[in-house]
């Protein structure tokens, strides 16, 4: 996966950000600018998409890969992920997540018995947006 986060001959650069299930999300350096650029620009933003991209922004932090391929989380972060001294790295498509062992496990334990439950919700949202009802 470290190759993903590698561009280039200068330094490879991640962001580091909140994740929204309590985790803190690790994004290639092209990926979080291209998510960023995407968000829908305005000067009347819907009052959820403002708290969230406050709080995202705010919290976000742009972080240097050094040649050993470490990176040193802020202390906030990890705060906010209760994560103290050991931790889950977890792929998720095009992003890592950073996450607390036990609360993962917790997860885990809650949501591998509902996975096909979990898998016909997403593709019953999925085929909706595709048939044009989502606006």
């Known amino acids: 996966m470290r190759c993903g986060f590698a561009v280039g001959s200068g330094p490879s650069v991640v962001y580091a950000s909140p994740g929204g299930t309590g985790c803190i999300c690790l994004w290639p350096e092209a990926t979080f600018e291209a998510l ?12 959820d998409e403002m708290e ?27 705060d ?4 103290k001294s050991q931790a889950v790295v977890i792929g998720v498509r095009d992003h890592l997540e950073i996450r607390d062992p036990d609360q993962w496990n917790t997860s ?20 909706a947006g595709k048939g044009g009802n989502n606006e």
């Not at 960023?36 to 009052?47: A, I, K, Q, V, Y």
């Not at 906010?80 to 994560?83: D, K, R, S, T, V």
């Not at 018995?113 to 085929?127: G, T």
């Open 108 to 127: 885990l334990d809650e949501k591998l018995p509902k996975l096909s439950q979990i898998l016909a919700r997403a593709r019953s949202r999925r085929r």
């Open 80 to 83: 906010f992920a209760g994560i």
């Open 36 to 47: 960023s650029n995407s968000l829908d620009n305005s000067l009347l933003p819907d009052e």
């Open 52 to 78: 969230f991209e406050q709080i995202l922004f705010s919290q976000s932090k742009r972080l240097e890969i050094d040649k050993a391929g470490r990176i040193r989380l802020p202390e906030s972060l990890l």
